[in-house]
């Protein structure tokens, strides 16, 4: 009987998942703040409520009486909006239940106009119906809770209604991309617009423009309408034309990533007389190379002073935290700070230069080691080495004054042998002429009795 209960109750479950995917589903509501200027008071900003719907059909009208569930909402910021795309629908822009921390949501009013862009100008050569214009516009700009994903709609309304359709959306799931010095770079975008929509049917237009410090460039222009790219090109940018006109794909890509482009694109997409666009921001990021000089290291001797270089080279961005090491033989390791360091200096390609200099005392490395240059970057942490070898140390090991123990005795073993062969060779030979001849020697001193 228990086992009949739990199939009775997963039944009731599938089956009110299946009412739900069959009415269409709504999705959870969006907290947001809305923003307008108020004559002679500058920006207002006050809370919305943003209830999202992937299909008109979903619109009850208990759902569009539903009251605000939030006190301080106000009736008329309560918004009802119709996204065919189900893009405001993604789970990473709906907090769990009960979760202080929400995604970023900011609507305003959107004013319809032409673009100010001449790779534009053709989606509104010939006029359109004004009365589709007269409407109610709203532009809502969404980032996710993770801060992986921007959208950007344009959604229109009934004049004085709550009830809007989304006609345009730009979406990158990519808002920031990190990359290594020359790889390829593929920036995402997508854009959906209204097929129901007039508008839509009038083509588009895409800009990718990038921004950093205050200054810009078009790094690429398309007109959707008459298949043309605009002059104002970066090299090595393209599109992906063909995934382009089929599913909105406006991705960008570059063929090799560089030094100096690090910084924010924007993607924006042209439909008459509307605008969405997100932004995205590239970091090109590439670790140092290292080098020591001089390398090899020369012998030193206990008190000598060494004047060693570590240059880190090719690196990008700032900053780098160069610093020394020295490793004994033993495997202690030893901090010996960061030397005295230069300045940074730009390279052709817009990387980044950085020595260190560093002035090594040997009187306390005993018999030597390793010298390490580490080099701390966000991209990667590096380490060059380079040996070092200390002769003559005043501190010598057991296994050391064994060694020159027995190296003393078998020299001394070797002077003692060669002394007494030099010893004895004279010795013999002058004794053969003195005492060689007895009988003569006899009767040399017989001659003299008294000597």
Same mark, same amino acid.
């Given at each position: ?44 900003? !006050? ?14 009208? !208990? !759902? ?18 119709? $996204? ?30 032409? *673009? ?19 409407? $109610? ?115 960008? #890509? ?58 880190? %080279? ?46 090594? $005392?040997? %009187? ?13 970057? !966000? ?5 060059? &080495?380079? *040996? ?14 064994? *060694? ?13 042998? *060669?002394?007494?062969? #030099?010893?004895? &060779? ?26």
């Amino acid at each position: 009987m228990a086992n009949m209960a739990t199939i009775y109750q997963l039944s009731l479950l599938v089956m009110s998942c299946c009412i739900q995917a069959g009415r269409g589903g709504s999705c959870p509501t969006l907290d947001c703040r809305f923003t307008w200027e108020k004559p002679g008071e500058g920006l207002k900003h !006050e809370s919305c409520l943003l209830h999202v719907r992937a299909s008109a059909k979903s619109q009850s009208e !208990e !759902e569009l009486a539903e009251p605000s569930s939030s006190s301080d909402v106000a009736p008329d910021r309560v918004y009802h909006v119709t $996204d065919g795309s189900s893009t405001l629908c993604l789970p990473s822009l709906h907090p769990p239940r009960g979760s202080l921390i929400k995604p970023k949501c900011d609507l305003h009013h959107f004013p319809p106009q032409p *673009a100010d862009v001449q790779w534009a100008a053709s989606l509104t050569d010939s006029a359109l119906s004004p009365a589709h214009l007269q409407a $109610d516009w709203l532009s809502a700009a969404i980032v996710s809770l993770d801060g992986g994903l921007a959208l950007s709609t344009v959604s229109r309304a009934a004049t004085a209604t709550s009830q809007s359709n989304v006609v345009l959306s730009v979406l990158s799931k990519t808002v920031s991309v990190r990359t290594r010095l020359g790889d390829a770079v593929l920036i995402d975008c997508q854009f959906w617009m209204d097929p129901l929509s007039p508008l839509s049917a009038s083509g588009f237009a895409v800009e990718w423009r990038y921004q950093f410090r205050g200054k810009g460039h078009v790094v690429l222009a398309y007109d959707g309408k008459m298949d043309r790219l605009a002059d104002a090109q970066q090299e090595g940018a393209t599109l992906d034309f063909a995934s382009l006109h089929a599913t909105g794909n406006a991705s960008l #890509i570059l063929q090799e990533a560089k030094a100096h482009d690090s910084g924010t694109y924007i993607c924006a997409v042209h439909l008459p007389y509307l605008l969405a666009q997100v932004a995205v921001e590239l970091e090109v990021v590439e670790p140092p190379s290292l080098s020591i000089s001089p390398s090899p290291l020369p012998l030193a001797v206990p008190g000598q002073v060494l004047s060693v270089q570590c240059s880190a %080279s090719g690196f990008v961005p700032l900053p780098l935290e160069l610093s020394w090491e020295f490793r004994s033989v033993d495997g202690a390791t030893k901090a010996l700070g960061e030397g005295s360091l230069s300045g940074h200096r730009v390279a052709w390609d817009g990387t980044y230069t950085q020595s260190s200099w560093l002035e090594l $005392d040997t %009187s306390a490395l005993g018999r030597g080691g390793e010298l390490v240059c580490v080099a701390h970057h !966000e991209g990667r942490t590096r380490r060059s &080495r380079v *040996a070092l070898e200390v002769i003559g140390f005043s501190t010598p090991t057991i296994e050391d004054s064994m *060694a020159m123990v027995g190296v003393a005795l078998v020299l001394y073993g070797v002077i003692k042998l *060669a002394f007494w062969n #030099i010893a004895e &060779r004279p010795m013999s030979r002058k004794g053969v002429r003195r005492y060689g001849n007895t009988s003569a020697n006899q009767r040399f001193f017989s001659c003299f009795p008294n000597v």
